[in-house]
């Protein structure tokens, strides 16, 4: 499988929201992403306005649907979509979650939690060996918010992770977020994932807001809060050149405001490095 | 079945169904946990259905189609790998639900696909005007004059009224057991 090289810069989600001032004009960043599965089309006017910014623009492919945790394999027509969306967008790369949303009957279209064991371990990487080589390249594969664990769990999700990648190739998308919002929910150091995660297997990271509660929820409809800016900063001077982007699906505000929440995280990166790089 | 199918099987079947009891042993906290799975995955299908079935919800109202909706999901329970085709078969539950105004379904049919999104899409593709005049429904392709790629007529379009969901005896709590129970093989998966 073709490695993916390093690629550092800074991006936002595409969302219909923002359609027309990314047709209009130059929008001042390096990437955007957007969900794959809102692609997976024959043809219309999504299609036609990503492949104008396609033209602009690299494209990252970020899926919701691939269920790559579940038990009773890949849907074939989904992965047989996305390679056609792939093939005509070429992305910088394609992604989607460390998680399940369905069994072989029926499909909840959330991103539910895996038991941390060797064997969904070994289910997962199958899946993954599978996808990669269906759509003949590398993924990347995000880690999940999550709201319960298992009590069969065998190890930490950044272990589970680390096996993963080392086993199937596949590189990792680094959402700070995430990481926050389940260490909020489980008690588990932030700090201590940071440090379990093969920081030269990250090639994305993700930012975003959550709604905080007794139990944390990942709601992607606010501002970066302080304490994942801060968690931020650790994880950029750990890593490499990586793809940083701030996802907003809810309450999605003007995009000058997204555009100067993307400038934190320029800023933050630049001094996380210690140097003027980023900037 | 593997350990991890039977897991995925059984959470599940939680999700689908609050009746379903918890797997033995687990605490508060992972109780509290499968409540935001469940609202979460209510919230988005009906949020869902709501986008695809506009006219419907303006007609019967907002608390009607909600236990519409929810029924709705508890008996067609969604199977494909886009959220889009949640709506098939909507029109055939309103007829049962709403039995006593057969203009609910036939406002439901007149939308069910493609979905809304879909006709963002498909419009765009210069469809031909899909008429709808039975329901007042009429999606037309050619630009508005404010230059919107699409508009919905809907000169035919009713305020919302109240609707009383059909009081027959429902079979909801046997075919929450046949859908905690079921799995079947799929001949489609790698």
């Excluded at chain 1, 047709?23 to 955007?32: I, M």
């Excluded at chain 1, 492949?51 to 945790?69: D, F, N, T, W, Y």
């Excluded at chain 1, 579940?70 to 027509?77: F, I, K, Q, Y």
């Excluded at chain 2, 350990?3 to 009891?21: G, I, K, S, V």
Aim: charged residues 25%.
């Amino acid at each position: 499988m073709n490695a993916i090289a390093p690629w550092g810069g800074f991006g936002l989600g595409l969302r219909r929201d923002h359609y027309h001032d990314f047709l209009s004009g130059n929008v001042a960043v390096d990437f955007v992403e957007v969900i794959s599965e809102n692609f997976m089309v024959d043809g219309g006017r999504p299609l036609r306005v990503l492949e104008q910014v396609r033209a602009k623009l690299p494209v990252i492919l970020h899926g919701v649907s691939m269920s790559i945790g579940s038990a009773h394999g890949l849907d074939r027509e989904h992965l047989t979509k996305l390679k056609t969306l792939a093939d005509r967008i070429e992305p910088l790369w394609v992604s989607d979650h460390l998680c399940w949303t369905r069994t072989s009957a029926h499909n909840s279209h959330d991103l539910l939690p895996l038991p941390l064991t060797r064997g969904a371990l070994g289910v997962v990487c199958d899946n993954i060996d599978r996808a990669q080589e269906f759509l003949g390249r590398a993924m990347l594969f995000e880690n999940p918010s999550s709201y319960l664990t298992f009590p069969e769990d065998e190890m930490p999700e950044w272990e589970f992770l680390a096996e993963m990648s080392l086993r199937t190739g596949c590189y990792l998308l680094l959402d700070v977020n995430n990481i926050h919002v389940s260490a909020c929910n489980h008690g588990f150091e932030a700090a201590d994932y940071l440090a379990g995660i093969p920081a030269d297997r990250v090639r994305q990271v993700h930012l975003a807001g959550h709604t905080p509660g007794e139990i944390v929820i990942d709601t992607h409809d606010a501002p970066v809060c302080d304490a994942v800016w801060d968690l931020y900063a650790k994880a950029m001077s750990m890593l490499g050149d990586v793809a940083v982007m701030i996802e907003r699906d809810d309450a999605i505000p003007p995009l000058p405001e997204l555009l100067t929440e993307l400038a934190r995280a320029r800023i933050s990166t630049s001094a996380a490095l210690g140097t003027e790089k980023a900037a | 079945m593997s350990a991890l199918a039977l897991r995925q099987q059984e959470f599940l079947a939680c999700l689908l169904d609050d009746a379903t009891p918890l797997p033995a042993g687990w605490d508060t906290r992972r109780v509290a946990g499968m409540a935001v799975y469940r609202n979460a995955y209510r919230t988005r299908l009906i949020d869902a259905l709501r986008e695809t079935f506009e006219r419907t919800a303006q007609l019967v109202g907002e608390d009607a189609f909600r236990r519409a909706a929810a029924h709705h999901l508890i008996t067609n329970p969604p199977t494909g790998w886009t959220i889009d085709l949640t709506g098939e078969r909507f029109a055939e539950t309103c007829a049962e639900l709403f039995a006593h105004d057969p203009d609910v379904a036939e406002v439901a049919c007149s939308a069910r696909r493609p979905s809304r999104r879909r006709w963002n899409a498909c419009l765009d593709q210069d469809m031909p005007c899909s008429g709808g005049k039975k329901s007042g429904l009429c999606l037309c392709s050619s630009p508005n004059k404010t230059g919107a790629p699409w508009r919905v007529c809907s000169a035919g379009a009713r305020s919302a009224k109240c609707a009383r969901l059909s009081r027959k005896r429902s079979a909801l709590p046997k075919l929450r057991r046949a859908l905690a129970r079921c799995c079947w093989a799929g001949s489609n998966w790698v």
